[in-house]
Every structure is written in C-alpha cells, then in structure tokens.
DNA sequence: TGAAAATGACTGACCAGTCAGTCACAATAC
DNA sequence: GTATTGTGACTGACTGGTCAGTCATTTTCA
C-alpha cells in the first residue's frame, strides 16, 4: 500500500471521528506511520487533504451503487425491485462506512460547499437514476402507479438518509432494525404505488 | 434583552454555521455586543455555552411540536391527519430554523453524544408519539393498515429529515419544493397503509 | 555519489480561559 | 440632601498551550 493511501486511511477515520477542525495532522501523520513533513509532500494543505479523504471515500459507496445496477438488470421491474434495492442496500448500511462519511458531509457542507456538490453527484444522482428507473420500467407495465412519485424519487431514498443516520445517532438510544425497517417502509411504498388500490 | 440571551443568540448563529471547534468565544461576545470576560460570568466554558445554546435553539422546535397537538385534537384520525401533519411541519421546515440546528446537531453528535440524546427526546420521540396516536385511532376506526408499520413510525418521519437536510445541502443544485414533496409522501403513504389498498 | 524522499524541530498565528482593575449604581451615614 | 462607602457586573490585556505549515538536515536507494 502506497504511503498516500496509509494518509488518507488514517486521515478518513480521524476526520470521521472528529471534524476537520478537530483533526491534528500530527496525528494523521501518526497513525498513518510517517512524518508530518510527509503529509505536505502528498497533499498541499489540510484542505487538500480532506478534499482527497471525502473523494476517497466516496468511491467504494459509488462502486456499490454501480454494482446494484447489475442487479435485475433485465429482469421484470416492480415491487419485487425496490424490495431488492433496498435490501442489498441495508447489508451496505449495517458496515458503517456510509454513515460515518455521510455525518462528515453533513457536517462540513457548510465549510466545504464542494463537497455537497460532489456529494450528489457521485451518490444522490445515481441513487435516484436508479430509482426513476425502477418507478418508470414498473409504471410501463402497470405495476407502479408512478405519477404520483414520478417528481419525487427522493421519496424513496428518505428510509435510507434515516436509517444511515439513525444508526449513527440513535442506535444506543432506541435500535432499529435497518434491514426490517427497509423491507417495512418498501411494503408500504410499493402497495402505495400500486393502482389497485388507487382511491377515487 | 438580557445579555444571556443576547450571548446564546448570537452564539447560535455562529455555532450553526461554523461549528463548535471553529467558534471563536470572542467572536460571540463581538456579535453579542459584550466583553469576552462577560460571556464567561453566564456559561463556565464554550462546551456549557454549546449545550445551551442547543437546548435553547431545541426550545422553538418543541413548542412547534406541542402546537401540532392541538391540530385535529378530537377530530377524526385518518388519511387527512397525516396530511395536516405534514402541512403544518413543512410551514416550519422552510423557515430554515430546523434545519440549521438539525445539521449543527448531526456534526457534533460524535462528540457530545448528549446533545443526541436531547434531540431524540425532545424532538423525535414526541414526533414519534403523534403519529402513532394517528397511525393508532386511524387502525381503530379501519382507515389505516397500521399493522406494518406499527413498530415503525419513524417510515413517516423519514421525508421529514429528508426535506429538512436537503434544503440545507441541496437546495442550490437541485430545489426541492417541500411542501409538494411531503404532500406527495402523505399519499403514497396513506394510500399503501389503507387495507382498501391491500393485495393477496 | 547524487538525487529524491522523508524527517521532525521549529515558527508564528491563533484562541480558551483568567483576573486585576474599572465604574455605575445602591446603600449607608451624617 | 449630600457625601462616603460598598458592590458586583463588566472589561480586555494577558498567559499558556495548541497546531498548520516550513525547511535544514538526514536517510534511502538507484
């Protein structure tokens, strides 16, 4: 493993712990087993630095979205899609990684508008594409009312931003149950979608 | 205005835009009009300052949720409270207020995990409780098929959390009108949870 | 041997928290 | 009514510590 990727492992989990402003270089530059002179050689500032760290560790959310693209594909889209979009993405939210970095986001937005930006166009973007494709194929062949949510794909990926977030915040306090909590709210939403039982 | 809250106010501001490590105590005083020395007669450190600034900032949030009792009280629980319910939050979410205070609480969470208890208690429990008193006397009366979500009120409180995070990050790139968007949730929603809706 | 990589002591800016001193006003004395 | 004394809220210069970023020196390696 090169001494820039030790930097930025080491720097990931102590800006995700901390903050930027909480984060002592000497520290990354510890932890990741080299000089503080070393960082600097790698990376221009502390900024830089985090930039780097965000982007980083936003590939392996974008690798598993990616991946979700191949599931199903070619097979009938409907209920039984969005129950598989939200299962293969609870086993990714139960590791942890996504919620950490998304607290970060969060909690940086407003110091780094860049890395909202990035933010939504390496996951919210595709996870709503993903999402209209599934509400769109499901409305073709009348398994999905989809007028309705059409506009509003986010809709769908609220249970997720609460999930990630009530694990990193709630958990202790009162536990949920990612997994059947997605398979819950997918019931209500598929079943909500379906023009059976459309009202007057 | 007494000089305390002259303090929290302005601490408030910049404590949400900045964060608690990059808040500068003479900046607060600077803004709140007083001496760096008088802001540590009324709070012993810029932690106690942070803490109450919190619960302070919490104050209107709760009063806004004890409002929302009142609405409907004694009138029928069904597909149109959940309706009001989301109405009358949206009003408030576009006001920016909780948005502000819902990110500042998301970032410094890791390091005051109190502050995520008070949140809980004081904003997600009784936001939980209204609606399973509507999901609950909506079962009774047959309009809901609460059974599913029963153990999972918070699948309603997830476009909440939604809209308020993405008005905060993500209004610039892609504007979401909040009030559709949670008006378009109530209907997927109350339309999966009602048995007329129900499949084999 | 010499260039490139790595080091870590050092610097200067920054900031939480302190505390000796000020002063507007209240209480008391005459 | 006026002078004297007392009070404590308020001030802001100061201290001690921290940390991003630098660079002269050392180490590595081809």
């Known amino acids: 493993m090169t001494k820039q990727q030790r930097i930025l492992d080491a720097a ?6 901390r ?24 990376f221009d500032s502390k900024e830089a630095l985090f930039q780097a760290v965000v982007d980083n560790a936003l590939a392996p959310i974008r690798t598993a979205l990616e991946l979700m693209d191949g599931v199903g594909h070619g097979d009938p889209v409907n209920a039984e899609s969005l129950h598989r979009f939200y299962q293969s993405i609870s086993g990714f939210i139960e590791t942890g990684v996504p919620g950490a970095i998304m607290r970060l986001v969060i909690a940086e937005s407003g110091r780094f508008p860049a890395i ?12 709503l594409g ?20 059409r506009d509003h794909p986010m809709a769908l990926i609220a249970p997720v931003l609460l999930a990630v977030l009530w694990r990193e915040m709630f958990q202790e306090i009162r536990p949920l149950d990612t997994q059947k909590f997605l398979q819950v709210f997918a019931d209500m939403a598929s079943q909500g979608l379906n023009p059976q039982g459309s009202r007057p």
Chains 1, 2 share one sequence.
């Not at 990931?12 to 712990?17: E, G, N, P, V």
């Not at 909202?116 to 595709?126: D, G, R, V």
């Not at 993903?130 to 949510?149: E, P, R």
């Open 116 to 127: 909202a930006e990035t933010y939504y166009k390496t996951i919210i973007e595709p996870g």
């Open 12 to 17: 990931i989990d102590i800006f995700t712990t």
């Open 130 to 149: 993903h999402l209209t494709d599934i509400l769109d194929k499901g409305s073709k062949d009348g398994t999905f009312n989809g007028a309705l949510i």
């Open 19 to 42: 903050g930027f402003a909480d984060t002592r270089i000497d520290e990354v530059a510890e932890r990741a087993g080299v000089a503080k002179g070393t960082v600097y050689l790698h």
